[in-house]
């Protein structure tokens, strides 16, 4: 199926003006502020050449991701998010917000960072077979994923965090270095590198 039929424009519209454009509280939430603490302690450098994070809604953490990156590509495919997030990151020149429907219009080029956190569960299961063929060709050598979601289901959708996380640990052919598994969100880490942290430092 084309995600752009699969694609539920009414139901993240409704979202986000019921809500004030914080559907998920990201601004008042210790939940979402400590799960986001934990993505950014897990990435394996201090900064990245290139990012892209797909689903960026208001741009809460991008604009975290952007004191991290030289460049960071944005990606919603909701207009008021995307709205949302270009006036929080006006002040960041090295960062585009662009609204694209994943995965039809994914770019072609390469990232030392891949962020794809709370959205894969809002795709079909087709669509995800298309992001996971292009994770595979989009990783830089060095580079790394990183994918958080929330476990429990959601109502109207036929995947959930366990089964997105599960996808992906036996499709991606990166070198899963690390997980998280929090009670209520999973969090893992993708290296194209065969060094850790402490060998890329010159520890060991």
């Keep these: 199926m084309n995600s752009k039929v699969a694609y ?20 008042q939430r210790w939940y979402e502020q400590r ?7 897990v990435l394996p450098r201090l900064q990245f050449d290139s990012a892209i994070e797909i689903g ?17 590509m944005c990606l919603d495919a909701n ?17 585009q917000v662009l609204q694209r429907i994943v995965p039809d219009h994914l770019p072609q080029q390469k990232f030392q960072l891949i962020v794809v956190s709370e959205i ?3 795709l079909d299961p087709a669509a995800l077979q298309q992001v996971l063929a292009w994770l595979h060709t989009a990783l830089e050598p060095g580079g790394c994923i990183l994918s958080c979601h929330w476990r429990a289901p959601i109502a109207g959708f036929s995947l959930n965090g366990e089964e997105v996380h599960r ?6 052919k990166y070198k899963h270095n690390l997980s998280v598994q929090d009670s209520d969100f ?10 850790s942290v402490a060998e890329q430092e010159g520890l060991k």
């Design 56 to 72: 960026c809604s208001n741009g809460i953490f991008s604009q975290e991701l952007a004191q991290r990156t030289a460049t960071l």
């Design 186 to 195: 999973l969090v893992d880490l993708w290296l194209n590198s065969a060094q």
């Design 79 to 95: 207009e008021t998010a995307i709205q949302l997030a270009r006036q929080r990151l006006h002040a960041y020149p090295h960062v």
């Design 35 to 41: 799960k986001r603490q934990i993505c950014l302690a």
């Design 8 to 27: 539920d424009q009414e139901y993240f519209d409704a979202l986000y003006a019921l809500n004030q454009g914080d559907p998920w509280h990201y601004e």
């Design 167 to 172: 996808q992906l640990k036996a499709q991606l």
């Design 120 to 122: 894969l569960y809002y």
